[in-house]
């Protein structure tokens, strides 16, 4: 739309106002689908359930125009119907007992479909009641006279015996229906013992798994149909009992054939990417939610060509859905997990763990035990725990991060300094104290020093080093401290020149 608007002022020429407007371009959205009713329940012997999707709409297309899609998405075995209609109502005749799901999708004027929604029926099997006996009216039975006595006074006695048994009863005959084929991915089938039959009355059902790949489960187990679940490729076997009255059994077997028509690549998840911070150096991997349309038989976790290489997988989890990985250091690891089904199909995924330094790391303190780390017991090491929290405590609550238990052959060392090269080189086990305060690590080395120097045995092991876990000498200013020796290593700048001198003293 156009319009325009002049005005004049005190200059000698009009003043023009234009406005164009524009109408904005609609966005279709697809039609909401309305169902009703969305669950009913049918009752044997009728027969007949009507699904309305009249009350549906869409922002543009009238109702006349909108097409209706129906499928039927599952049904009890023995059900079949084509489902043509396009309209918004759809009827359904000669149900069977069973479930059914019924599934619609709309499309309006401009090919937008909606969301599917779905309707459920249940359709329960007709009510049977007992029989009414009717033995008819009640008679007058007339016995034979028992005495007979002649014209000359001469007589005989003779008995009738009149016996009433029980009417025979045979014992039932379990039917538990013809062998069935299913295709994957359906897992359910309908057991169908209605055709057992008795002479009186059937009174019980009991349906059982005999063999099988998998155990199916039942639904109910009691009733004349039942719904085993669950079922994977393969072959089932399934018998029922039915009793009578009185106690009278009979069994049948039915063989069920699952077969997989079609099979699907498995997908792998190695879960989602995370971060941990040191001192936490081991962690797990986890691809336990990998699934496939049968089952995974395979994993294989291995490391990225880019990853860190350090690291250490534990055992033999490398081939498990759960991989365990010890050892870590700062950086980022990465690692690709592939699985398998059992027809050799495959997919992969990975996952990125990112170790982050600790934070606390100048102020992790060190200690080092004298030990035989090969007949160190349990109590003994809960002792040695106990006695150092005392001491952490004693000195303000500080965080004592590392012990380290040493299998020395050799003297003991004095406080302070380094184990000797052999003990060093000995097994070692590493614990963690957390939950604590964190003070200075140089702090806490000098006062726990003081007080240990008094009475080292008081932790019932002596000390072969005591020191922060990171060299924090600051050598003056003037150069690095070497971790490894604790020594400080000079800058070129503080270093004599020794040639550079014999030159000066030549040259004097």
């Given at each position: 739309m156009f319009a325009s608007l002049s005005a004049r002022g005190n200059c000698c020429c009009p003043i023009i106002f234009k406005y164009l407007c524009f109408?904005?371009?609609?966005?279709?959205?697809?039609?909401?689908?309305?169902?009703?009713?969305?669950?009913?329940?049918?009752?044997?012997?009728?027969?007949?359930?009507?699904?309305?999707?009249?009350?549906?709409?869409?922002?543009?297309?009238?109702?006349?125009?909108?097409?209706?899609k129906w499928e039927l998405k599952s049904e009890p075995l023995g059900y079949s119907k084509d489902l043509k209609e396009t309209g918004p109502t759809l009827t359904l005749d000669d149900l069977i007992a069973g479930n059914y799901i019924i599934q619609v999708t709309v499309t309006d004027g401009?090919?937008?479909?909606?969301?599917?929604?779905?309707?459920?029926?249940?359709?329960?099997?007709?009510?049977?009641?007992p029989p009414t006996a009717n033995a008819g009216e009640d008679i007058i039975l007339y016995l034979p006279q028992r005495e007979v006595t002649d014209a000359k006074g001469q007589f005989s006695q003779d008995e009738?015996?009149?016996?009433?048994?029980?009417?025979?009863?045979?014992?039932?005959?379990?039917?538990?229906?013809?062998?069935?084929?299913?295709?994957?991915?359906?897992?359910?089938?309908?057991?169908?013992?209605s055709a057992s039959k008795d002479d009186v009355q059937v009174t019980k059902y009991n349906w059982t798994q005999i063999s099988g790949p998998n155990q199916a489960s039942f639904m109910t187990n009691n009733t004349g149909s039942a719904n085993a679940?669950?079922?994977?490729?393969?072959?089932?076997?399934?018998?029922?009992?039915?009793?009578?009255?009185?106690?009278?059994?009979?069994?049948?077997?039915?063989?069920?054939?699952?077969?997989?028509?079609?099979?699907?690549?498995?997908?792998?998840?190695?879960g989602e990417d995370f971060a941990v911070t040191l001192p936490v150096n081991s962690v797990y991997l986890n691809g336990s939610l990998s699934k496939d349309d049968l089952k995974v038989t395979k994993w294989l976790w291995t490391r990225a060509p880019n990853s860190l290489a350090a690291g250490k997988i534990v055992g033999n989890t490398d081939v498990q859905p759960a991989l365990l990985i010890a050892d870590l250091v700062p950086g980022q690891y990465t690692f690709e997990l592939q699985v398998w089904d059992e027809q050799g199909k495959s997919s992969s995924d990975s996952v990125t763990l990112t170790?982050?330094?600790?934070?606390?790391k100048k102020?992790?303190?060190?200690?080092?035990?004298?030990?035989?780390?090969?007949?160190?017991?349990?109590?003994?090491?809960?002792?040695?725990?106990?006695?150092?929290?005392?001491?952490?405590?004693?000195?303000?609550?500080?965080?004592?991060?590392?012990?380290?238990?040493v299998r020395s052959t050799t003297s003991i060392n004095p406080v302070g300094s380094s184990p000797s090269a052999s003990s060093s080189s000995s097994s070692a086990l590493d614990l963690a104290l957390d939950d604590a305060a964190v003070a200075s690590g140089k702090k806490v080395v000098k006062e726990l020093k003081s007080k240990l120097k008094a009475d080292s045995g008081l932790l019932s092991f002596k000390f072969l080093s005591l020191d922060t876990l990171i060299c924090q000498n600051e050598c003056s200013g003037h150069g690095k401290c070497h971790q490894a020796t604790r020594t400080c290593v000079c800058e070129p700048f503080w270093v004599e020149n020794f040639v550079r001198t014999k030159l000066f003293i030549a040259g004097e």
């Open positions: 109408t904005a371009k609609r966005t279709n959205k697809p039609p909401t689908v309305v169902l009703q009713p969305s669950t009913q329940q049918i009752n044997l012997p009728t027969s007949k359930a009507i699904i309305d999707a009249s009350a549906s709409v869409d922002d543009a297309t009238p109702k006349d125009q909108l097409v209706f401009d090919g937008a479909k909606s969301v599917v929604a779905e309707a459920t029926i249940d359709v329960v099997p007709e009510t049977d009641y009738v015996n009149v016996y009433v048994k029980a009417p025979t009863n045979l014992p039932p005959t379990a039917n538990a229906g013809p062998d069935q084929e299913i295709s994957l991915p359906k897992t359910w089938v309908i057991l169908d013992g679940t669950g079922l994977t490729r393969g072959v089932y076997v399934f018998q029922l009992e039915v009793s009578d009255e009185r106690n009278n059994t009979d069994q049948a077997q039915v063989t069920v054939t699952v077969n997989q028509d079609a099979n699907s690549a498995p997908v792998a998840d190695a170790v982050k330094e600790n934070p606390e102020n992790v303190v060190q200690a080092v035990f004298n030990a035989d780390i090969a007949s160190l017991t349990q109590t003994q090491l809960s002792n040695l725990i106990q006695g150092w929290v005392y001491y952490c405590i004693a000195v303000g609550n500080y965080a004592v991060i590392h012990f380290i238990v």
